[in-house]
Every structure is written in structure tokens, then in C-alpha cells.
């Protein structure tokens, strides 16, 4: 059965240089903020602090919080990059991170080649790899700079490329940040109807974003962060209440109604 939990999770992140006079200034004037110090006194900046959350098959949680509230550090805990400081994770489920454009991908190889060897990491057969390379062709619609080495590409067709790898098969849990919302305005409208497609079928579904319509119709229930800690944790517009300014929670009701459930995308029953 697929599920995600975090126990109690920490992330800090050493600061070197910390002995400058700039820094030692910051760190006396953020006293009680984020700065400390770890076991053996070297300062530390406290991005995630005790998070704790449990996810079961149908839970699509989103992230909300402001700059530097801890969203992309939570992502990366999830999915592994950073391993946290204090805490643990459990998980159940083949999972796939939409984090960073080019994780994954070796910008000396053509995009072709980073196809096929994604498909041997996931342990395809070679008609499988096959499919695979087809329907990220068609998809990317990149054409001939397949056949370039990824580091020739514009960033904007590496995210094309990351993107319909990424998409291609439906993941167990999903990891998304919202780069992946940003864009080329034609590919992004057709990477919505894939997105969607793919958040109907993943079983768990984590998104950070910015964008309280995409929070609304994606999630069915909001993590707040705030100072890198959990604020509030429960159903979408009960939080954006909470989190949004007035005028902007207004006009969030006016297009989603009260309980925001006009255009949510339904449950996997
Ligand atoms: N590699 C790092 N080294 C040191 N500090 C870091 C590092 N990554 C993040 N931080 C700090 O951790 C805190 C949380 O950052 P994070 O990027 O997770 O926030 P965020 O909510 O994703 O922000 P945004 O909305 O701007 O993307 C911030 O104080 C940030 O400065």
C-alpha cells in the first residue's frame, strides 16, 4: 500500500565563512531566528524543523509558505537529495521527483541516449524503451536536437525534455516544485492536460506552489511552512483563509466557492 510519512523531520545546513563580520552581524540579529548552532557549535541555518505528516494512497498535499519558508528543502528530503539532520522518513511506492529540470540527466549524452538510459534505470524492456523514446519524442517535440548533447540545449528544452521523461510513466508518489507550472506558454498548456493526467493517477501527490488556484484544484489538504516549521495543516481553503490576504481569498471563493471543490480534480477511488 502505497504511503509517505516524515517523523519529526530536521534539516539544517552548515554556513561556512561563518566567522566573517557580515555574517556574524546577520547571526546577532537573527538571534531567535533560524540561525544556531550545532553539537559541535558551528553555526547552522534551521531550514525544516520538526515535520511530521502522513500520506496514504489518494492524499495530494500541497506546500505553502513564504520565500525561504522551506518547501524546496522538504521536497528534497522527501525525494532524498538531502538526508535530514534529525528525523526519518517511510515510504512505500515507486516515486518520481519533478524537482529540478536537469536532475537525472547527463548533459554530455544526446537526449535520446538520457531517454533510453532513463528507461534502463527503471527497468524497462527494450520494446518498453522503445515506447518510451517515442512518446517522449512526440511529446517534447524537440526533433533533431534529440540527437544533440543535452548541453546544447536552451533551458526551456531541457525542461521539455525533463518533463516528458518525467511524465511518461505514472508515478506511485509525485514529488513536484513548481518550475515545472512556469514556462513556454504553448508547452505549458499542453504539459497541464499531462500533469493532470498524471496527478489523477499518481496514488500520493506532493506539490510546492506559490499559486493558490493550482493548490485549490490539485490538493486536498495544505501544509503551511513558516520559518522552516509546520503553521497549519488541513483542508485547502480552510488554510489559504488563514494564509491568503483578504481580497485575494475573496476572489479565490468567487472562482473555486466556499469549500473549493468546484474544479478539484476528483479522488482515485
Ligand atoms: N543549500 C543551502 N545552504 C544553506 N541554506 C539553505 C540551503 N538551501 C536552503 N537554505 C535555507 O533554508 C531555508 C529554506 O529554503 P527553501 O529553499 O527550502 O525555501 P522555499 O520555501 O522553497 O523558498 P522559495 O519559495 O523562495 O522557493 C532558507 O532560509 C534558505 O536560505
Not at 516524515?6 to 566573517?20: G, K, M, Q, T, W
Request: charged share 25%; net charge neutral; proline share 5%.
Amino acid at each position: 500500500m502505497t504511503h509517505l510519512t516524515a517523523f519529526n523531520i530536521s534539516v539544517d545546513f552548515p554556513l561556512y565563512h561563518a566567522e566573517s563580520r557580515s555574517l556574524k552581524k546577520t547571526l546577532i540579529g537573527h538571534a531567535s531566528s533560524r540561525f544556531a548552532r550545532d553539537q559541535r557549535s558551528r553555526p547552522v541555518v534551521q531550514a525544516l524543523r520538526n515535520i511530521s505528516f502522513s500520506l496514504r494512497s489518494g492524499d495530494r498535499l500541497g506546500l505553502i509558505g513564504s520565500n525561504g519558508s522551506g518547501k524546496t528543502t522538504l521536497l528534497r528530503a522527501l525525494s532524498g537529495i538531502y538526508q535530514p539532520t534529525v528525523g526519518s522518513l517511510s515510504m512505500e511506492g515507486r516515486l518520481t521527483s519533478l524537482l529540478d529540470p536537469g536532475q537525472g540527466m547527463n548533459p554530455d549524452l544526446t537526449g535520446r541516449e538520457n531517454i533510453r538510459l532513463r528507461g534502463q534505470y527503471l527497468g524497462l524492456a527494450r520494446p518498453e524503451i522503445d515506447r518510451l523514446e517515442a512518446d517522449v519524442e512526440d511529446f517534447s517535440e524537440l526533433a533533431q536536437f534529440l540527437d544533440l548533447p543535452v548541453r546544447n540545449y536552451s533551458s526551456g528544452m531541457v525542461v521539455r525534455l525533463a518533463f516528458a521523461m518525467a511524465t511518461a510513466f505514472p508515478p506511485e508518489i509525485l514529488l513536484m516544485d513548481e518550475w515545472i507550472l512556469a514556462g513556454d506558454a504553448a508547452f505549458m498548456e499542453k504539459a497541464k492536460d499531462r500533469v493532470e493526467g498524471m496527478v489523477r493517477h499518481a496514488e500520493v501527490l506532493v506539490l510546492a506552489s506559490h499559486s493558490a488556484s493550482i493548490l485549490v484544484e490539485w490538493c486536498n489538504r495544505l501544509l503551511w511552512l513558516d520559518g522552516g516549521q509546520i503553521r497549519a495543516d488541513g483542508p485547502p481553503m480552510k488554510i489559504l483563509a488563514d494564509y491568503l490576504p483578504p481580497q485575494q481569498y475573496e476572489e479565490l471563493v468567487a472562482a473555486h466557492g466556499e469549500t473549493g471543490s468546484s474544479r478539484r480534480l476528483p479522488r482515485k477511488d
